[in-house]
């Protein structure tokens, strides 16, 4: 029985590195005639040093997101920084190929002892919660300022953007008290039969006080500075003709669509470019540019660290416990 069992863990172990080493690659091949019709890069040393920049980025952002799981750990267990960064990108790759990275929430805990999976999704859940927020708050801002931009905007776009506009902040208010209240989303999930696994840990959900709780909104604010910084630079490089905060408007507007719309990650970097032109060319025509732009930030952000992830699976030792 143990045989068995061990067995069947090694075959979906198998199935995760296989499904997304094919995914990465198919949307890489897919997308790739974008990148090489696009005329507008330029091997200036401007161009190169604002890539790398971009490239060198990613370990900023990852790594942001490694200390905030660490420090949503720290009230259950203590784990090192390499083991958070590693369970930040084996996240990733079990991302990969689920629904608005639902995967990532159980990908995670992959790195911890088998008795500590359900802490991890404690802290990885948290963490998400206070991503998500960060990226409705921006979006709001940037819808509000759309308003004000195209007056002009035909009635029935109208409509749908106060709509939009409406509930997303009603979304916000019950996102934040959620937030500050994650201890009752987590006993309600205690009642869910997937996660009663994780009941033994109630007693301790309060750890999460309100300073450890606004420190890890920091830290996601943080990272959305560090992405849309990305996606800037990645704009210049692809010289896109866009005032830089025309561009902050249609990025934040665009990672809050990106955010309501379900999609699997590896159909992120279509769905990416297609969103960014929708905001992007209000103000800009520079089109191969912006769908240059939004892939490759998806194969940089995404794709490689994801790749990463999933060597680090391949190397995980399956037990019969």
Same mark, same amino acid.
């Given at each position: 029985?143990?045989?068995?069992?061990?067995?069947?863990?090694?075959?979906?172990?198998?199935?995760?590195?296989?499904?997304?080493?094919?995914?990465?690659?198919?949307?890489?091949?897919?997308?790739?005639? *974008? &990148?090489?019709?696009?005329?507008? +890069?330029?091997?200036?040393?401007?161009?190169?040093? /604002? @890539?790398? %920049?971009? $490239?060198?980025?990613?370990?900023?952002?990852?790594?942001?997101?490694?200390?905030?799981?660490?420090?949503?750990?720290?009230?259950?267990?203590?784990?090192?920084?390499?083991?958070?960064?590693?369970?930040?990108?084996?996240?990733?790759?079990?991302?990969?190929?689920?629904?608005?990275?639902?995967?990532?929430?159980?990908?995670?805990?992959?790195?911890?002892?088998?008795?500590?999976?359900?802490?991890?999704?404690?802290?990885?859940?948290?963490?998400?919660?206070?991503?998500?927020?960060?990226?409705?708050?921006?979006?709001?801002?940037?819808?509000?300022?759309?308003?004000?931009?195209?007056?002009?905007?035909?009635?029935?776009?109208?409509?749908?953007?106060?709509?939009?506009?409406?509930?997303?902040?009603?979304?916000? *208010? &019950?996102?934040?008290?959620?937030? +500050?209240?994650?201890?009752?989303?987590?006993?309600? /999930? @205690?009642? %869910?039969? $997937?996660?009663?696994?994780?009941?033994?840990?109630?007693?301790?959900?309060?750890?999460?006080?309100?300073?450890?709780?606004?420190?890890?909104?920091?830290?996601?604010?943080?990272?959305?500075?560090?992405?849309?910084?990305?996606?800037?630079?990645?704009?210049?490089?692809?010289?896109?003709?866009?005032?830089?905060?025309?561009?902050?408007?249609?990025?934040?507007?665009?990672?809050?669509?990106?955010?309501?719309?379900?999609?699997?990650?590896?159909?992120?970097?279509?769905?990416?470019?297609?969103?960014?032109?929708?905001?992007?060319?209000?103000?800009?025509?520079?089109?191969?540019?912006?769908?240059?732009?939004?892939?490759?930030?998806?194969?940089?952000?995404?794709?490689?660290?994801?790749?990463?992830?999933?060597?680090?699976?391949?190397?995980?030792?399956?037990?019969?416990?």
């Amino acid at each position: 029985m143990a045989d068995k069992k061990k067995y069947f863990l090694l075959f979906l172990k198998w199935i995760v590195i296989i499904s997304s080493v094919s995914f990465i690659a198919f949307r890489i091949v897919d997308s790739g005639h *974008v &990148l090489a019709e696009n005329n507008f +890069f330029s091997f200036s040393l401007k161009s190169v040093s /604002l @890539f790398l %920049l971009a $490239f060198l980025l990613v370990f900023v952002n990852w790594l942001v997101e490694a200390f905030k799981w660490k420090q949503l750990l720290k009230p259950y267990i203590i784990i090192d920084s390499i083991t958070a960064y590693k369970g930040v990108l084996v996240g990733l790759s079990t991302a990969i190929f689920t629904p608005n990275r639902v995967g990532e929430y159980f990908g995670r805990s992959l790195v911890l002892k088998r008795d500590n999976y359900s802490v991890g999704l404690i802290a990885t859940v948290t963490g998400s919660i206070a991503q998500i927020l960060t990226t409705v708050v921006f979006g709001l801002i940037a819808f509000v300022f759309l308003f004000s931009y195209f007056p002009e905007m035909p009635f029935r776009y109208q409509n749908t953007m106060v709509l939009t506009l409406i509930s997303s902040i009603i979304f916000m *208010v &019950l996102l934040l008290l959620l937030y +500050f209240k994650i201890h009752k989303f987590i006993r309600f /999930l @205690f009642g %869910l039969p $997937f996660f009663k696994k994780i009941k033994q840990f109630e007693p301790e959900l309060k750890a999460y006080s309100k300073e450890i709780l606004a420190k890890t909104l920091f830290m996601s604010f943080f990272r959305y500075f560090v992405f849309v910084s990305q996606y800037l630079l990645l704009l210049e490089v692809f010289m896109v003709e866009i005032l830089w905060y025309d561009a902050i408007i249609a990025i934040s507007a665009g990672y809050f669509v990106m955010l309501i719309i379900p999609v699997f990650t590896f159909a992120e970097a279509g769905l990416r470019g297609a969103v960014a032109l929708f905001f992007m060319e209000m103000v800009s025509n520079s089109t191969l540019g912006i769908l240059s732009s939004a892939i490759c930030l998806w194969i940089i952000n995404l794709a490689i660290p994801a790749l990463f992830g999933t060597y680090i699976i391949s190397k995980i030792k399956v037990k019969n416990d």
